[in-house]
């Protein structure tokens, strides 16, 4: 399984930015897809999951009711929607998964895609 994470940038406080994560070579095992976060120095956070069927997902509290992780299946493609970024949200996300149901720990993904830096300032 591949991923190719884009739509990071540079974006004021208050603004919105949407992520895309495209997943290629699919193994014939249902995956969930989640987004983490990481500033240098620090541990890679959870910030929100979907699981195989995109009905359901789960946030971090500190973007819950601002972002929301969306899937096309079609497309094969699982979408980040921030809303209301605040510069604390400034790092670079990336795009996992992992086969079976949703996790919210980094170590239990297997795939992970390149980061996409987004920055949050005026």
């Known amino acids: 399984v591949q991923l190719q994470a884009s739509g990071g940038g540079l974006v004021q406080p208050g603004g919105s930015l949407r992520l895309s994560c495209a997943v290629s070579?699919?193994?014939?095992?249902?995956?969930?897809t989640g987004w983490f976060r990481q500033i240098p120095g620090k541990e890679r956070e959870f910030v929100a999951v979907v699981d195989w069927s995109g009905r359901i997902t789960l946030y971090a509290d500190s973007v819950k009711g601002r972002f929301t992780i969306s899937k096309d299946n079609a497309v094969e493609t699982v979408f980040l929607q921030m809303n209301s970024l605040e510069p604390e949200d400034t790092a670079i996300y990336y795009c996992a998964a992992r086969r079976g149901n949703w996790r919210k720990r980094a170590s239990e993904y297997e795939y992970w895609g390149q980061g996409t830096l987004v920055t949050v300032s005026s």
């Open positions: 070579g699919r193994s014939n095992y249902p995956y969930a």
